[in-house]
């Protein structure tokens, strides 16, 4: 049996919308959200809950995908979302990739730099002085196309903060489909993508409470609730 770890540890769940393709034919923006939350995971049971009342009813869902589940998966996702919206925080950059200087359209220089800008905001001491320290996770899949740029963006913007503060963190790269942080990072994510892709707030208005930050990247919008 593994040995219960004492203390209070701060989780970060990453995802990301949109393409690193920066000719025409690639998305307009990049979205990039954290999703926090400290144990317990209290929507962990509701989720659960609605996979299997799905798979009896004939959907042989393996995991939640906001991008590919049908309309009235997500409808159900996003209300336990919005039930358990107060143990979540939530906080995005957006990137409109037109405005991009083209000294950063390599993906090696443009994550790390959108990345750090994002963990700047999530990891300031204030929101840290109250826990152990930090467990990040991100999905496994794009950490495999680029690796190397995304322990290089968490590390430059983590590794000064653990300093100052003496605190730990740790890193991990999970497969969605194992991780209903990442499910839940995925549905914020994709809300907010649609927001400032299509001009379509139906799932953003679920969750727009516990938005902390929401920064575009290049532009004079900033959206704070907090």
């Known amino acids: 049996m593994a040995k219960k770890v004492q203390g209070n540890y701060f989780y970060i769940f990453l995802d990301e919308g949109g393409d690193f393709n ?46 590919e589940d049908k309309q009235m998966v997500r409808d159900q996702v996003f209300q336990v979302i919005k039930k358990n919206l107060s143990s979540i925080l939530i906080d995005s950059v957006v990137v409109e990739k037109r405005k991009t200087n083209p000294s950063l359209t390599d993906v090696a220089k443009f994550y790390p730099k959108m990345l750090g800008y994002l963990l700047q905001y999530v990891c300031d001491v204030r929101n840290l002085k109250d826990y152990t320290g930090i467990v990040l996770i991100t999905d496994a899949i794009p950490v495999k196309k680029r690796r190397r740029a995304v322990e290089k963006a968490i590390k430059t913007a983590l590794t000064p903060i653990m300093r100052s503060t003496g605190k730990p963190y740790r890193l991990f790269h999970h497969d969605s489909k194992s991780s209903f942080g990442l499910q839940i990072a995925d549905y914020c994510n994709w809300a907010i993508f649609r927001k400032w892709t299509r001009q379509d707030l139906r799932s953003y208005e679920l969750i727009k409470d516990r938005i902390r930050n929401e920064l575009d990247i290049f532009g004079a919008e900033k959206v704070s609730y907090y």
């Open 22 to 67: 920066f000719s025409p034919n690639g998305t307009s923006y990049v979205t990039i959200t954290s999703v926090t939350v400290t144990r317990p995971f209290d929507f962990y049971a509701s989720l659960s809950s609605l996979k299997y009342d799905l798979i009896e009813g004939g959907l042989g869902i393996e995991y939640f995908h906001a991008s």
